[in-house]
């Protein structure tokens, strides 16, 4: 395992949340471009959350079965260094883009996490999911971290689904993944009910120095 898990924080629709996402210390954002999606954004909004994001700091595009039209449009308009792909897309459409990509699974059985690694060989990772029939992610749900494989033949894996404050630390402790991805996890709450798309500081910075804290206790007990 790394001493330092990597972090993602995705669904962002407001340049205010990517700005305080970084001052968090993620290391990239996530645009979400799937109409379906309640953090859905035009590509008009995402030129604008993405503005004034800083150099080191990566923009991750995330798509559902798009056409190569749909990909390329965002990518002439908005700065993009990553692509995600969540829907049927294969390695070869995939890889067609000039961009690094990372390809999402929802996760069925443990099987299903050696497969994608084999079927995508281009994929810089994979990213793993929680299986909800007809959604193909974003579902707020984890699913049995148990079933993923410690395998050091496997790409690195990115954990998702579910995700927040109260439960990263834990996370990362049993799957020990090459980074997290959250969304809903640090999103705010008005009278109790969930403001998908917008971000709460408070709960962003949370997640992320829960994070930062298992990492220094495995350093730790490594030396």
């Not at 799957?175 to 500081?201: C, M, N, R």
Request: negative net charge.
């Amino acid at each position: 395992m790394s001493f330092r898990t990597r972090t993602k924080i995705c669904g962002l629709t407001r340049a205010e949340d990517a700005l305080a996402a970084v001052d968090a210390g993620a290391d990239a954002l996530g645009l979400v471009f799937y109409p379906p999606s309640p953090r859905a954004v035009t590509i008009e909004q995402a030129a604008d959350v993405v503005a004034d994001v800083p150099a080191f700091v990566s923009v991750t595009a995330l798509f559902v079965n798009p056409t190569v039209e749909q990909v390329q449009s965002v990518l002439d308009a908005v700065r993009i260094d990553l692509l995600q792909f969540h829907g049927d897309e294969d390695e070869a459409f995939c890889a067609q883009f000039n961009r690094p990509y990372i390809k999402a699974i929802r996760v069925r059985q443990a099987s299903d996490v050696v497969a994608s690694c084999v079927r995508f060989p281009g994929a810089l990772a994979v990213l793993l999911d929680s299986y909800k029939p007809g959604v193909p992610g974003g579902t707020g749900e984890t699913f049995d971290w148990s079933l993923v494989p410690q395998s050091d033949d496997l790409k690195p894996i990115i954990l998702a689904g579910g995700l927040n404050p109260n439960n990263v630390a834990f996370a990362i402790d049993q799957v020990k993944p090459f980074a997290v991805d959250v969304s809903g996890g640090v999103e705010a709450t008005l009278d109790g009910v969930e403001q998908k798309g917008i971000k709460d500081p408070g709960k962003i910075n949370a997640f992320l120095d829960e994070v930062y804290r298992v990492d220094a206790n495995t350093r730790k007990n490594k030396h």
